[in-house]
């Protein structure tokens, strides 16, 4: 054989590709990926607004939205209808996993309670949220707690099964450990079931918010004087279409604000999965 011959089982270094599977990019790719995946978007966006293949009015270049936004902050007083649906959906959604969590946890670690819960929330799961608007207003009227019930109906039950899901993944043999070393229900249940969730219960509480978001203009849009859905429908009549735009990604930069904390706090809340692979 000729010296010169590579080794034929001599191993080829790896090189680094764009697609791989179960790849790990570093913060500083994944963040420029990120960033430039967003002006690719913004600058389509804008070259459709501007090439007439479309009226302008009808659908603005991002620019047009951008001076829309800074028009309702400046003489609308948008922020404070901004606000007012962050409180709409912080608050709902506080009730929403209070509610859920512990049904989530209990049907999840007793088989007993799954048995009696499940069908119904499971049944619940299908059914629209915007069909119960009629029964609300005429149950509470046109004010607040028409929006909040809405907007917890979205969620709630969906958060139940998920919840449900996650206290179910939690390994067996964690369980079985701790029954053999003595410990009572009580005891696996906070000691064992609920730090083991945690991850899985943070993970769906954030996918769960963004979807509370999705209900926000629905829930604003009937006799609502304040609100990012309110200032959208009054946008319509006028048919500033800009400003109906600039709400969306106003919901867009909140829903992704959000994201970001749930994700900040699933870190602190669990160090330790920085060291899992």
Same mark, same amino acid.
């Given at each position: 054989?000729n010296?010169?011959d590579?080794?034929?089982?001599?191993p080829?270094a790896?090189?680094?590709r764009?697609?791989d599977?179960?790849q790990?990019?570093p913060?500083?790719?994944a963040?420029?990926?990120?960033?430039?995946?967003?002006?690719?978007f913004?600058?389509?966006?804008q070259?459709?607004?501007v090439s007439?293949?479309?009226?302008?009015q009808?659908?603005?270049?991002?620019?047009?939205? +951008?001076a @829309? $936004?800074?028009?309702?902050?400046q003489?609308?007083? =948008? %922020?404070?209808?901004?606000? *007012?649906?962050?409180?709409? !959906?912080?608050?709902?959604?506080?009730?929403a996993a +209070?509610i @859920? $969590?512990?049904?989530?946890?209990?049907?999840?670690a =007793? %088989?007993?309670?799954g048995? *009696?819960?499940?069908?119904l !929330?499971?049944?619940f799961r299908?059914?629209?949220?915007?069909?119960?608007?009629?029964?609300?207003?005429m149950?509470?009227?046109?004010?607040?707690a028409?929006k909040?019930?809405?907007l917890i109906v979205g969620?709630?039950f969906?958060?139940?099964?998920?919840?449900?899901?996650n206290t179910?993944?939690v390994?067996?043999?964690l369980?079985?450990?701790?029954r053999t070393?003595?410990?009572?229900?009580?005891?696996?249940?906070?000691?064992i079931v609920?730090?083991?969730?945690m991850?899985?219960?943070?993970?769906?509480?954030?996918?769960?918010l963004a979807?509370?978001?999705?209900y926000?203009?629905v829930?604003?849009?009937v006799a609502?004087?304040?609100?990012?859905?309110a200032m959208?429908?009054?946008a319509?009549?006028?048919?500033?279409v800009?400003?109906?735009m600039?709400?969306?990604?106003?919901?867009?930069?909140l829903?992704?604000?959000?994201?970001?904390?749930?994700?900040?706090?699933?870190?602190?809340a669990?160090?330790?999965?920085?060291?899992?692979?």
């Open positions: 054989m010296v010169s590579p080794a034929p089982n001599r080829v790896d090189r680094p764009w697609f599977f179960k790990e990019l913060s500083s790719t963040l420029m990926l990120g960033v430039g995946g967003g002006l690719v913004l600058l389509a966006w070259w459709v607004g007439g293949q479309f009226p302008r009808l659908f603005p270049p991002p620019t047009d939205v +951008a @829309a $936004l800074w028009r309702l902050l003489e609308s007083n =948008f %922020a404070a209808d901004i606000w *007012a649906s962050f409180v709409r !959906i912080m608050l709902s959604f506080a009730i +209070a @859920a $969590l512990p049904l989530g946890v209990l049907m999840g =007793f %088989a007993s309670v048995a *009696a819960l499940n069908p !929330i499971s049944a299908y059914l629209p949220a915007t069909a119960f608007i009629p029964l609300f207003l149950w509470l009227g046109a004010g607040e028409q909040l019930a809405l969620v709630v969906f958060l139940i099964s998920l919840l449900m899901d179910l993944a390994r067996t043999e369980i079985e450990t701790a070393l003595g410990a009572s229900r009580r005891q696996i249940l906070w000691k609920l730090p083991a969730s991850p899985a219960y943070l993970d769906t509480l954030r996918q769960m979807v509370g978001w999705t926000l203009v829930a604003e849009i609502t004087t304040d609100g990012i859905g959208m429908m009054r319509k009549r006028f048919v500033h800009d400003e109906i600039a709400g969306i990604v106003v919901i867009g930069v829903g992704v604000a959000c994201d970001g904390a749930f994700r900040l706090l699933r870190r602190l669990c160090p330790y999965l920085r060291y899992q692979r």
